[in-house]
C-alpha cells in the first residue's frame, strides 16, 4: 500500500482567505485547488485529515471569487450609467 499524497489543506484556507484581498484571484486559485484536493481525498489518494480546511478554503475562494466578480460588474455598470447621464 502507498502512502497517501500530503493534503494541502492549510494552503487552501490560507488562499481562500487572501482572496478577499486581491480581487479573487488566489480565491479562485483556492477555489481550483480544494475541488481538485477533495476529489483525491475521496479516492483515498490523498491524506484526508485535511478535508475539513479544504471544503472552508473552496467556501471561501467561491465567496470571495463570486464577491469581488460582482463587485465589478456592478462598478462597470455603475461606470456606463453614469457616462450615459453625462
Known amino acids: 500500500m502507498q502512502e497517501p499524497m500530503p493534503h494541502r489543506g492549510n494552503l487552501i484556507l490560507t488562499f481562500g482567505f487572501l482572496g478577499f484581498i486581491t ?7 483556492a477555489w481550483y485547488w480544494a475541488t481538485r484536493d477533495i476529489a483525491l ?12 480546511k479544504a471544503v472552508y ?9 463570486l464577491g469581488w466578480a460582482a463587485v465589478i460588474l456592478i462598478y462597470i455598470f455603475a461606470k456606463g450609467l453614469a457616462m450615459d447621464a453625462a
Open 41 to 52: 481525498m475521496n479516492m483515498g489518494v490523498m491524506d484526508a485529515r485535511g478535508m475539513d
Open 57 to 65: 478554503g473552496r467556501i471561501l475562494g467561491i465567496v470571495s471569487s
Open 23 to 29: 480581487l479573487g484571484i488566489l480565491g479562485a486559485i
